[in-house]
């Protein structure tokens, strides 16, 4: 139990294009999903926080009108990355919390790349 | 600031060989700590936790972490790797407690040798 899936795995686009990732939770209801971004050799950086409903907290330094967070339901949360830009190119991980402890489960990530 | 610190950016290690993962932290209030290990093509999976209580805390896959206080440190151990344990691991804390927003330390890359 306590999947996490994320569409597509990897998706290359050329710079000024939007792109979109999906994140799943498959098997249980997620009233809050996380969404992070981690550069090679490097640790995952929280980006938002985004709740069923409402509108994504954004974390410092995160530009809000470039990752666009929509969490429409208890069990999909959207990232779109807008006219990405190569500098945008990096590996971004989703979580969804849930479960007895409330516990974050990880997706396995999307791998972007920006031409 | 809220930080954590994993020295090690690789180790690598005999199979069956005994193991210890070095984390760090920064964090002013009483510390949720988490060590997660990430395989190619896998989320993020828990290994074990700290919140509170007996300061040495069993996880799975064999894994075990020692919380000292003194030492703002929270360190990941095994006594005997398999060489499926190959994988990324990393430290992180709760820094608004329990699973809330996890600041994560920059990981440490296990190898194994057979």
């Known amino acids: 139990g306590a999947v996490v899936s994320q569409h597509p795995s990897r998706v290359i686009c050329k710079s000024g294009t939007s792109v979109k990732i999906e994140c799943r939770s498959l098997d249980f209801q997620a009233t809050t999903m996380f969404w992070y971004r981690q550069f090679p050799k490097q640790s995952l950086m929280l980006m938002a926080t985004s709740n069923e409903g409402s509108k994504a907290t954004y974390e410092q330094g995160v530009e809000k009108d470039k990752f666009l967070i929509n969490h429409a339901s208890l069990t999909l949360s959207t990232l779109t990355v807008t006219s990405a830009h190569p500098e945008d190119s990096s590996f971004y991980i989703c979580?969804?919390?849930?479960?007895?402890?409330?516990?974050?489960?990880f997706g396995p990530g999307t791998r972007l790349t920006v031409l | 600031a809220q930080s954590v610190t994993q020295p090690d950016i690789h180790i690598t290690v005999s199979e069956g060989a005994s193991l210890e993962l070095r984390c760090n932290y920064s964090?002013?209030?009483?510390?949720?700590l988490f060590w997660y290990v990430q395989s190619p093509g896998q989320g993020l999976q828990l290994l074990l936790k700290?919140?509170?209580?007996?300061?040495l805390v069993q996880g799975i896959k064999g894994f075990e972490a020692e919380f000292k206080r003194s030492q703002s440190s929270f360190n990941l151990r095994k006594p005997s790797v398999h060489w499926s344990d190959a994988a990324e691991y990393f430290c992180?804390?709760?820094?608004?407690?329990?699973?809330?927003?996890?600041?994560f330390g920059a990981g440490t890359r296990l190898a194994v040798h057979p």
């Open positions: 964090y002013g209030a009483t510390p949720y």
């Open positions: 700290y919140f509170s209580g007996d300061t």
């Open positions: 979580s969804a919390r849930g479960g007895r402890e409330n516990e974050q489960f």
């Open positions: 992180a804390v709760g820094a608004r407690g329990g699973y809330n927003k996890l600041i």
